[in-house]
């Protein structure tokens, strides 16, 4: 051992340039070869799996069509689940939130006046269609609600 390693042991670490590199880009005598790229893991076959092993995760969803038609319905579809017009998908459930519901129907109020002129025809029939069936169906709920107040 040289006097330098000494000193460095002392101290209590030792430094190792492992970069495969040098700074000019040439790769280094004796530096370690890059670790192999990941594979993929197949499926296991069905009853395979390890016991309590977790199950294997679905494959990925099918792409959405993300468009401006597509986004409006998903808004509306929340409205309408806030309005109780249709049901929890997950616990099969029925509520009404008609704030919720009308803050929904105010974005869509709010997209329509900011992309006026923006729109083709059949997004802007959307939005309409979709605003007047809200809009209508909310009103409906208010006053059924302040009925039996």
């Not at 000193?7 to 190792?16: A, I, L, P, T, Y």
């Not at 006026?116 to 609600?145: F, H």
């Amino acid at each position: 051992m040289s006097n330098d390693e000494e000193k460095q042991e002392k101290r209590g670490f030792k430094v190792d340039d492992r970069r495969r590199f040098s700074e000019t880009g040439e790769v280094r005598p004796g530096a370690p070869e890059p670790p192999a790229a990941p594979t993929e893991p197949s499926a296991p076959a069905a009853g395979s799996a390890a016991p309590g092993a977790p199950p294997p995760r679905p494959s990925e969803p099918p792409p959405i069509d993300l468009n401006f038609s597509t986004f409006v319905i998903s808004l509306s579809t929340q409205a309408l689940a806030h309005l109780g017009e249709i049901e929890n998908p997950i616990d099969r459930s029925v509520t009404v939130d008609l704030d919720a519901a009308k803050q929904l129907i105010d974005i869509l109020g709010i997209l329509k006046d900011k992309t006026k002129g923006n729109l083709d025809a059949t997004e802007a029939g959307l939005l309409d269609k979709m605003l007047y069936d809200l809009r209508l169906c909310y009103v409906e709920r208010a006053r059924s609600r302040s009925a039996k107040a």
